[in-house]
């Protein structure tokens, strides 16, 4: 069975500081891959996805930069976080392509807080 | 303005009723999804309907779609407290990768 993790659970960082967050996938090879922000009580935003080893595609500018490193591996950074970074952060998966064919599956979330 | 928008933002029934989430849309689609998000949970999929079909059943839940009038629903029968959640219409369109997420309907189902 496929399996989505994704670390920290939570963070609390300071403005201007860097971040890092990561998405792992077992059980499937080769997935599409999505990162999202939410904001409190807000609607999901697609921020990057990615179909292959090494190529992301950005969807909205927030400050934030994404790359794949493995097949099975997405991270979301930036060097310098800003307050309105706060909120939730999804990582998500699929196989087919296209958001009219298939299922995006989500992880559990990372929430961040800035201060 | 948003591209998808709920209805309703919050509707509260009590376990046992039906109840219809509403989604209008503002942008040509070829299918269109219904997810739910439990709180701190991410969200997971109810139904996929395609721009084709004008409705798709997944046990107590049914979907309506409407391009001629860019709507579509969401109804829940016979609710349990585990429905509640925050309920998202999400629009898809052949060949992009985005998937729209509308703002949100918080379904409280009540004892």
């Known amino acids: 069975a496929q399996t989505i993790h994704q670390w920290p659970v939570a963070e609390i960082k300071a403005v201007g500081s860097p971040l890092s967050l990561g998405c792992t996938i077992k059980g499937k090879s080769s997935p599409n891959l999505y990162w999202y922000w939410q904001a409190t009580g807000g609607t999901l935003q697609q921020l990057f996805y990615s179909i292959t080893v090494g190529q992301v595609e950005s969807v909205v500018q927030l400050n934030l930069s994404a790359s794949r490193p493995k097949d099975d591996q997405f991270i979301l950074s930036t060097e310098k976080l800003l307050l309105s970074h706060s909120g939730f952060y999804l990582c998500?998966?699929?196989?087919?392509?296209?958001?009219?064919?298939?299922?995006?599956?989500f992880g559990p979330g990372t929430r961040l807080l800035v201060l | 303005s948003q591209l998808a928008e709920e209805n309703s933002w919050a509707l509260s029934v009590h376990e046992g009723e039906s109840v219809t989430v509403n989604c209008s849309y503002k942008?040509?689609?070829?299918?269109l999804q219904w997810y739910r998000q439990k709180s701190g949970k991410g969200p997971a999929q109810l139904i996929l309907i395609r721009s084709n079909e004008r409705e798709k059943r997944n046990g107590r839940l049914r979907a309506t779609l409407d391009t001629s009038s860019q709507s579509s629903s969401l109804s829940i029968t016979a609710t349990r407290c585990e429905d509640t959640a925050v309920y998202f219409c999400?629009?898809?369109?052949?060949?992009?990768?985005?998937?729209?997420f509308g703002s949100g309907t918080q379904l409280t189902v009540m004892p």
């Open positions: 999400a629009l898809a369109s052949s060949g992009s990768w985005q998937l729209i």
């Open positions: 998500a998966w699929s196989l087919e392509a296209g958001g009219d064919q298939d299922t995006q599956y």
């Open positions: 942008t040509s689609i070829t299918a």
